[in-house]
Structure formats: structure tokens, C-alpha cells
């Protein structure tokens, strides 16, 4: 499945497209990076993709 995540890391936007197995594989895909990276991610929102396509 994709995903795509919107936020912010340490006050920064980000949008991206990621694969995860399910929305919470996703979150926790998110959070240990952040966690590891010591970094504050807030206003995440979570959209899964009916289709991908490969840019």
C-alpha cells in the first residue's frame, strides 16, 4: 500500500509518498525516524493511495 504524509519536521513541511503494509506501519515508520533523528514531527496527516504510479 502507499501512503502519503504531510507534516512538519522540526518546523519544515514535508510531503511524501512512502510504502507501508498498513496506516500504522506507516505512523510507526514516521515516528522511529523521528525518534532516531531526535527530530519534533507535528501536524501529520496520513492519506493512503488507491493507485501509485512511479514518477
Known amino acids: 500500500m502507499h501512503f502519503r504524509v504531510t507534516g512538519e519536521w522540526n518546523g ?3 510531503d511524501r ?3 507501508a ?3 500504522n506501519d506507516c505512523y510507526n ?3 522511529i ?3 532516531i533523528a531526535h527530530a519534533d514531527v507535528t501536524n501529520i496527516r496520513i492519506e493512503e493511495l488507491k493507485e501509485h ?3
Open 29 to 31: 515508520h514516521w515516528m
Open 21 to 23: 503494509e498498513d496506516i
Open 17 to 19: 509518498i512512502i510504502e
Open 53 to 55: 504510479h512511479a514518477a
Open 33 to 35: 525516524w523521528a525518534q
Open 12 to 14: 519544515e513541511p514535508f
